[in-house]
């Protein structure tokens, strides 16, 4: 198994512009969690699914667009870019939310806005 | 908010235990105590949770206080390869708002 697999690793974005950080798992996971992360910071929630179809808010959800067609599936959709949003993406994906079953994290996709 | 409290960083010696505290003072019934660890450049990665009793495992133990309101990561013999952040999070067992909120962690060094 690939685990998490987030693309692109690295992007520089123009203010203003638009993009979409992929993230694909490959375990049959049904939970599915993007966090953000800037520098010498913990993690802020985005948004997370709960399964195929259905998507939550998360701790900063403005700016960001998601949707969940498949289960392997969660992109981050980045709409009119701002530097408020340079940080580090983290997607991470659970099999349940029962307490034996962990997060499974990406290794990060590196986000630049000037 | 998040739920958990932690230091902001510690340090340890090298080939000595360290002892991550975690107060978690709101903790419900249902909730579990989840450890990851963050190395540097990378995602974060599982270690260890629990309910009520001590537990162990490859790479850690945690000790969780009788009343729940806090909890002990213990590495027993700390190696270069442990400096990491390390983040205590409270996942609720089988609710659907599975809303995992992570604080800033504790970012442990350990000196050669």
């Known amino acids: 198994n690939a685990g998490v697999t987030q693309t692109p690793k690295f992007h520089i974005l123009k203010i203003g512009q638009s993009m979409t950080l992929q993230c694909t798992q490959d375990m049959n996971h049904n939970y599915m969690y993007w966090y953000r992360q800037d520098p010498g910071m913990g993690l802020k929630l985005i948004y997370y699914s709960v399964g195929a179809g259905i998507t939550d808010k998360g701790e900063v959800p403005n700016g960001y667009n998601v949707s969940r067609s498949t289960t392997e599936d969660f992109p981050l959709r980045l709409e009119l870019a701002a530097p408020s949003q340079t940080s580090v993406y983290f997607c991470?994906?659970?099999?349940?939310?029962?307490?034996?079953?962990?997060?499974?994290f990406g290794n990060g996709t590196r986000l630049t806005v000037t | 908010d998040a739920k958990t409290t932690q230091p902001n960083s510690m340090e340890s010696n090298e080939e000595e235990p360290v002892h991550l505290p975690c107060n978690h003072s709101t903790i419900s019934g249902t909730d579990y105590i989840h450890w990851y660890r963050q190395l540097p450049s990378q995602g974060p990665e599982y270690v260890i949770h629990?309910?009520?009793s001590n537990v162990n495992n490859r790479m850690a133990s945690l000790a969780i206080a009788e009343d729940r309101k806090s909890s002990t990561l213990i590495l027993h013999r700390a190696t270069l390869r442990d400096a990491a952040v390390y983040y205590c999070?409270?996942?609720?067992?089988?609710?659907?708002?599975?809303?995992?909120?992570f604080g800033k962690g504790t970012r442990l060094h350990i000196l050669p």
């Open positions: 991470a994906s659970s099999y349940s939310n029962s307490y034996n079953s962990p997060l499974h």
């Open positions: 999070i409270l996942r609720a067992v089988m609710n659907r708002d599975d809303k995992i909120i």
């Open positions: 629990g309910l009520t």
